[in-house]
């Protein structure tokens, strides 16, 4: 009985030396485990954000120093003018894409008549006959290029710099790009409803 009991109580021990065994080697190992991809996800999820970021950025800079100037007269010059506005955006040229917007007073259309050519456009640029009150469709804002030296091409711009011209009549017209719209059909000699978008070469 004694023997039985000496052997039963090694066997005990054993088992106790043995368990304390696992539990002193494998528990280190498995909290490394963990740590490891703890790391790991902390890393990933830094990542993300890196890559969110970037494309948030890459999306909204190139409008992050957008500027838009407003014509609030037919005045060749001055404060307020068409001219005055192209001026106002070319001295954004890290700037833009630029947008100028009309908001004259009164009832259209609103004749505009430059008595020599506008500044050549620096900065990419939209000039929106859209942004006018009361347009429904018919170019309110008319150029009236006469005076010019090339009469019917009253904008140009630099190389590489991108113009979109809405929704405006140039008189008289000049020859008609593929991509103009339907003649003026108010005795006006012109494009109506200019809508296209030129890149300077």
């Known amino acids: 009985m ?4 000496g052997q039963s109580s090694t066997h ?9 065994e696992c539990n002193c080697y494998r528990a280190p190992a498995f ?8 790391k790991r996800d902390d890393k990933m999820r830094k990542s993300f954000w890196i890559i969110l970021a970037t494309l948030v950025f890459a999306v909204t800079a190139p409008y992050a120093n957008a500027d838009t100037f407003t014509v609030t007269d037919t005045n060749d010059s ?17 700037g833009g894409p630029n947008t100028i917007d009309f908001n004259i007073v009164g009832s259209g259309p609103f004749v505009i008549t430059p008595l020599f050519p506008f500044p050549i456009i620096m900065t990419s640029l939209t000039i929106d006959g859209t942004t ?4 429904a469709g018919t170019p309110l804002i008319v150029i009236d290029t006469l005076n010019l030296p090339m009469p019917g091409n009253p904008f140009h711009e630099a190389p590489g710099v991108t ?5 405006m009549s140039i008189i008289p017209s000049s020859v008609p ?5 339907m003649l003026l059909g108010s005795g006006l000699l012109g494009l109506a409803g200019i809508m296209r978008r030129r890149i300077g070469c």
Do not use: H, M, W, Y
Not at 12 to 20: K, Q, T
């Open 2 to 5: 004694e023997s039985g009991t």
């Open 177 to 181: 790009e593929p991509s103009s719209l």
């Open 78 to 94: 001055g404060p307020g003018s068409l001219r005055q506005s192209i001026l106002d955006s070319n001295t954004d040229q890290i």
């Open 31 to 38: 909290i490394g485990l963990l740590d490891i991809k703890e």
């Open 163 to 167: 113009l979109e011209v809405l929704a």
């Open 132 to 135: 006018q009150p009361g347009f």
């Open 12 to 20: 005990n021990f054993c088992f106790v030396l043995v368990s304390a």
